[in-house]
């Protein structure tokens, strides 16, 4: 939508009326047909590349649900995150427990539901996994080294934490070998709203290094790589040429390995939308100040956490004569609901809106609600959801690039 348009209320789909006109809290809106889209575009950009959605961006059932129907495995990261896709009826041969440094208790709780591939970066958490595995002989488990990468621009780095780097690499597979565990591949992420192409060539061609040394010097057999997220659906064009050209490159086809990867921001972001009512109105001079049924400590906890830059579209509730005579925009900051003062979400220009109008904000769908919390003892973490559905995917979504892969050991 074009930046300070107004919406009335009564141009809403049936649907978001009906929630809109039912609800004391905020609104969220997830547009179902648009991860079948998503998921074609990715097929099409990536042929070869399996995705494994990265739960913890947003860890909706029904976002779980329609994407395990196109065939997508799942990145889990924690027990809970596990349980919630296997809530789901996945098969667990298709998820990853993509968390490098997890809790004892994860560990066997993934062992015993048969999720059998995790990765490491640190020879702490191989003796972890080989003391855990000895009390399950039975259970297959195969490891993926995580090695440092990085895109300075990304919007979120990881490198500061996570990846082994060249020097670590002998130590580590010493270690693998030394504890009898299974090494099957590579991972590396170089960071979440990646924007440099750039950045996962160097990836890829560390990877190779690390592919060589770990078949001819330590006699592994390096199945999988994968090459972590960093996407958006903005992005993903400009990313997929050379993605594609490096791992043609430096990984080709008679190597034998197979290509995955963990994108949660490319299908959930742009799927949801959100709406949060009005709750306070102030007017001092020329300024104005609303308190919306949200928080900093809610959804917009991006705004601290994932650098949100955040634009709202004025929902009018009902008819205002704002319509038809616009009125001058005016300074306007946007508090949540809570009472701390740090919790002012955002300072924009809006027309001048009422006690009972709405704010949208587009494309909410990642690293929002999966961090909120219920500060204040105020509902922040359960707003009500809209699920939008065409007839091309109603009940259950497909699409005609379905395919479902697991990971091979």
Not at 42 to 70: D, E, Q, R, S
Not at 218 to 229: A, P, S, T
Not at 231 to 241: G, H, K, L, Q, W
Not at 374 to 393: A, R
Request: with cysteine.
């Amino acid at each position: 939508m074009i930046k300070n348009e107004c919406v009335l209320y009564t141009s809403l789909n049936a649907q978001i009326r009906h929630a809109l006109s039912n609800s004391f809290n905020s609104v969220y809106v997830y547009d179902m047909k648009k991860l079948a889209i998503l998921y074609n575009k990715w097929c099409t950009l990536f042929p070869n590349i399996t995705p494994h959605y990265a739960v913890k961006c947003n860890p909706n059932p029904m976002i779980i649900k329609c994407l395990g129907n196109l065939g997508i495995s799942f990145d889990c990261a924690s027990a809970a995150e596990i349980t919630t896709v296997l809530k789901e009826g996945i098969s667990s041969d298709k998820i990853l427990y993509a968390n490098p440094c997890k809790n004892p208790s994860d560990i066997v709780y993934a062992i015993e539901n048969d999720v059998t591939v995790t990765t490491f970066d640190s020879v702490c958490e191989i003796e972890k996994i080989a003391s855990i595995r000895t009390n399950y002989p039975s259970k297959k488990h195969s490891l993926i080294l995580r090695i440092h990468a990085i895109d300075p621009t990304a919007k979120c780095v990881l490198s500061n934490k996570y990846g082994a780097i060249e020097e670590e690499w002998d130590y580590l597979l010493e270690s693998v070998k030394k504890h009898k565990q299974t090494l099957i591949g590579i991972s590396f992420h170089i960071g979440s709203g990646a924007c440099n192409p750039e950045a996962y060539n160097a990836a890829i061609q560390q990877a190779r290094r690390l592919y060589d040394k770990a078949t001819y010097d330590y006699n592994f057999r390096i199945k999988v790589l994968d090459i972590g997220g960093g996407f958006t659906e903005s992005n993903i064009r400009n990313m997929a040429d050379a993605i594609n050209d490096s791992l043609e490159e430096y990984f080709p086809s008679y190597l034998g390995v197979r290509f995955i990867s963990e994108p949660g921001r490319y299908f959930a972001e742009t799927c949801a939308d959100l709406y949060t009512k009005i709750i306070g109105v102030r007017e001092r001079g020329a300024n104005i100040s609303y308190t919306i049924t949200d928080s900093l400590y809610g959804s917009f906890n991006n705004v601290i956490y994932d650098h949100a830059s955040l634009n709202p579209i004025p929902v009018f509730a009902c008819t205002h004569t704002a319509i038809i005579n616009p009125p001058r925009i005016r300074n306007t900051l946007v508090y949540g609901c809570t009472c701390d003062g740090i919790d002012e979400i955002c300072d924009v220009k809006l027309p001048k809106l009422q006690y009972g109008d709405w704010l949208l904000w587009e494309n909410m769908g990642a690293y929002t609600i999966a961090g909120a919390c219920d500060f204040n003892g105020i509902v922040l973490t359960t707003p009500t959801e809209v699920y939008i559905y065409d007839s091309d995917t109603a009940g259950r979504i497909t699409g005609p690039n379905s395919r479902s892969l697991s990971i091979e050991y």
